[in-house]
């Protein structure tokens, strides 16, 4: 503070601090769904006595079309919580809404106040009576019509002294007439928040969503690559299980210089399709699509019949290239370079990516390599895309993600975009301030009950949870999880369930997953043997012993029960049992208990602890139907016991609902 200058206006006495919600003093956005109610509280307050006047406002960003739109306001309400003030509001459109917090002294409030103390103790008021009227010239200047000739008329009679006195205090005392100068206060010592506050506002799908991955390409006849016609085929599948995105690895063309073989290998044999993710050949980069999936007429046809089964399908978009990409001609600025002048390949020490260059962000033309890949999703968008998997984010600079996100959903604010990041908390967490929709998780590798419970914690309980959605995968092409590995049906219905009703959008990679693939190339690895990524599969998708039907029964469960399309609503229960997992979610009266057995192997049961009010308080038992093996049971109070048997299920998920009324509850009982 420069001790020499005074403030600009010094007058100001109002303090607001600890606005919630707010990330890092408001440097990035809070996340929310179009109709979700955002709750903005901060502590207010100033020196003396004075009552305050405190408002939340709020309105759409400012755009092109609309470079200062007015701000909405709404009235700040105190709180339990000493100088904690409250407001909400609800964005009618989706895009980026911005909100802030001004206060002031409630002049004739305050006036208003002390006058009927005053009144009270019985002590002279004539003068104060002046003053009330001075505060009304003042609110009639600023205000206009009926209230401005309103204020100038109660003025003028509270200074008329031929008016009897109590006459006049009844007249200053009116409520009416304390409402109307709260509308029209004296702005000119108002103190506004310094830090204007954003939030984005996506589309339901933010929220909820449930993702299915394929690779086109393995659902050829007779062993040949699959089309996009192929894959059109396989939607109604899709679909029939109750998945709404369809996520395909990349489409584009497949370099063929340094192509990796099966299972990973170096060197490819005839005939090898190669990985996906190495982009780029002479048939183009990342707006091409691969020949032997089709064209993008063919990719267009595809995209309309997805939609017409209610899926929208989302493209990878992997910001990296093979040798034969275009670009590396065109572009040779845009590749890091070795000590010898050859392009680097990307890596992760020991990990060597033989087939792909990274692009280099910090080359001198990174202003043209920035426009060019927001370039990419601009042309997908052009063709009705709306979701993005982005692979690997986290090894891009951030500031490029902000600015591209940004971008892109200021002209369309409905794309959604998953961040592929499996790497340190700080940055992912970073990735999605910075605008990610929703994010991958450390779930894959959360097993034991109290990782469970602590990880839940701290994606629905902290401060993550306001910029943070998190999207569970059992598997993915590059992760078998260890404790899939053993092939027991059990362990992948425990963790279809745990991701489908922990997480209100969650997906799998498929048909791997419903048909249980579980083998590792060698012990101790955690990925696939013969993996799709690097060659073409054949599934049977027939198989009596595959997992479809009940994937397709929790997927229909998510769709019937609004409590599951939420995280914020969680709640976990206790259980004697470290090996029983129980929780819960409720939404309006749509309540479900969900109780998993942790265990593949053995049967187990624990006492589950419920705390439901309205239905463990009530004092009667209540009813709760297994949506999974339609059994139905009554509980009684809070305490109930729950055994599960992996062989026939390994978890229940309750919907719960009162019994029937009693006698006692009719009328004609008394």
């Given at each position: 503070m420069d001790l020499d200058k005074l403030p600009e206006e010094g007058r100001r006495r109002v303090q607001i601090e600890r606005v919630r919600p707010e990330i890092d003093g408001g440097r990035f956005p809070i996340k929310r769904i179009l109709g979700d109610r955002i709750d903005v509280s901060a502590l207010?307050?100033?020196?003396?006595?004075?009552?305050?006047?405190?408002?939340?406002?709020?309105?759409?960003?400012?755009?092109?079309?609309?470079?200062d739109p007015p701000w909405l306001s709404a009235k700040l309400e105190a709180t339990a919580e000493p100088d904690r003030f409250i407001a909400s509001f609800s964005p009618d459109t989706i895009g980026l809404w911005q909100y802030t917090i001004e206060a002031l002294i409630?002049?004739?409030?305050?006036?208003?106040?002390?006058?009927?103390?005053?009144?009270?103790?019985?002590?002279?008021?004539?003068?104060?009576?002046?003053?009330?009227?001075?505060?009304?010239?003042?609110?009639?200047?600023?205000?206009?019509?009926?209230?401005?000739?309103?204020f100038a008329a109660v003025a003028a009679r509270l200074r008329d002294d031929t008016i009897p006195l109590t006459e006049r205090i009844t007249l200053a005392l009116d409520s009416g007439?304390?409402?109307?100068?709260?509308?029209?206060?004296?702005?000119?010592?108002?103190?506004?928040?310094?830090?204007?506050?954003?939030?984005?506002?996506?589309?339901?799908?933010?929220?909820?969503?449930?993702?299915?991955?394929?690779?086109?390409?393995?659902?050829?006849p007779e062993g040949r690559h699959g089309t996009f016609a192929d894959a059109e085929a396989r939607l109604?599948?899709?679909?029939?299980?109750?998945?709404?995105?369809?996520?395909?690895?990349?489409?584009?063309?497949?370099?063929?210089?340094?192509r990796k073989g099966k299972?990973?290998?170096?060197?490819?044999?005839?005939?090898?399709?190669?990985?996906?993710?190495?982009?780029?050949?002479?048939?183009?980069?990342?707006?091409?699509?691969?020949?032997?999936?089709?064209?993008?007429d063919d990719f267009d046809r595809f995209f309309q019949a997805a939609a017409r089964l209610g899926i929208d399908v989302a493209l990878d978009i992997a910001l990296q290239a093979s040798p034969d990409h275009p670009w590396v001609q065109e572009h040779p600025g845009w590749f890091p370079r070795r000590a010898d002048g050859t392009a680097r390949h990307a890596e992760n020490p020991p990990k060597k990516y033989q087939d792909i260059h990274p692009f280099d962000f910090e080359a001198e033309e990174w202003p043209e390599l920035w426009r060019s890949l927001e370039g990419i999703f601009r042309?997908?968008?052009?063709?009705?895309?709306?979701?993005?998997?982005?692979?690997?984010?986290?090894?891009?600079?951030?500031?490029f993600w902000e600015w591209v996100i940004r971008s892109i959903k200021r002209d369309h604010p409905e794309v959604i975009f998953l961040s592929e990041a499996f790497t340190r908390p700080a940055l992912m967490h970073?990735?999605?301030?910075?605008?990610?929709?929703?994010?991958?998780?450390?779930?894959?590798?959360?097993?034991?009950?109290?990782?469970?419970?602590?990880?839940?914690?701290?994606?629905?309980?902290?401060?993550?949870?306001?910029?943070?959605?998190?999207?569970?995968?059992?598997?993915?092409?590059?992760?078998l999880p260890e404790h899939l590995q053993n092939g027991e049906p059990a362990a992948f219905l425990i963790r279809l369930v745990l991701a489908a009703t922990l997480s209100s959008s969650y997906g799998m990679y498929g048909p791997a997953f419903e048909l249980m693939e579980h083998n590792p190339p060698r012990e101790g690895a955690e990925e696939y043997a013969n993996s799709e990524k690097y060659e073409l599969r054949r599934w049977d998708l027939r198989r009596p012993d595959s997992l479809r039907p009940m994937i397709?029964?929790?997927?229909?469960?998510?769709?019937?029960?609004?409590?599951?399309?939420?995280?914020?609503?969680?709640?976990?229960?206790?259980?004697?049992?470290?090996?029983?997992?129980?929780?819960?979610?409720?939404?309006?009266?749509?309540?479900?208990?969900v109780v998993v057995n942790l265990d593949p192997y053995h049967q187990h049961g624990a006492w589950v602890e419920l705390d439901l009010p309205g239905l463990t308080d009530a004092g009667r038992g209540f009813e709760v139907h297994d949506l999974l093996s339609s059994a139905r049971y009554t509980f009684r109070g809070k305490r109930n016991w729950v055994e599960l048997d992996p062989r026939t299920s390994p978890a229940c998920v309750f919907h719960a609902r009162r019994l029937a009324r009693r006698e006692t509850d009719y009328e004609y009982f008394l």
């Open positions: 207010v307050y100033a020196d003396g006595h004075d009552l305050l006047a405190c408002s939340l406002l709020y309105r759409p960003a400012p755009s092109i079309g609309d470079p409630d002049r004739f409030g305050t006036f208003r106040r002390d006058l009927k103390k005053r009144v009270e103790a019985a002590q002279d008021v004539s003068v104060d009576i002046l003053d009330g009227a001075t505060l009304l010239e003042q609110a009639a200047k600023d205000a206009t019509g009926d209230d401005a000739r309103s007439l304390c409402v109307a100068a709260a509308r029209h206060p004296d702005r000119r010592l108002a103190t506004r928040y310094p830090g204007i506050l954003e939030v984005v506002v996506d589309p339901e799908k933010a929220r909820f969503s449930t993702w299915y991955e394929l690779f086109p390409r393995s659902f050829g109604p599948y899709v679909a029939e299980m109750g998945f709404d995105v369809l996520y395909l690895p990349p489409i584009h063309p497949i370099g063929q210089t340094n299972n990973n290998t170096l060197v490819a044999q005839r005939g090898d399709v190669g990985s996906p993710w190495a982009i780029g050949a002479p048939e183009g980069g990342h707006t091409a699509v691969h020949p032997s999936l089709g064209t993008l042309f997908w968008i052009a063709r009705g895309v709306r979701f993005f998997r982005v692979d690997n984010p986290h090894t891009k600079p951030l500031p970073g990735l999605a301030k910075r605008g990610f929709t929703q994010s991958y998780t450390y779930f894959t590798w959360r097993v034991s009950k109290d990782e469970i419970t602590s990880y839940m914690h701290d994606l629905t309980k902290t401060e993550v949870a306001e910029f943070y959605r998190p999207n569970f995968w059992p598997n993915t092409p590059d992760i397709t029964r929790i997927n229909r469960i998510r769709m019937e029960h609004p409590a599951l399309a939420r995280n914020d609503n969680l709640q976990f229960f206790q259980t004697d049992s470290d090996l029983i997992l129980a929780y819960g979610k409720t939404h309006g009266d749509d309540t479900l208990i």
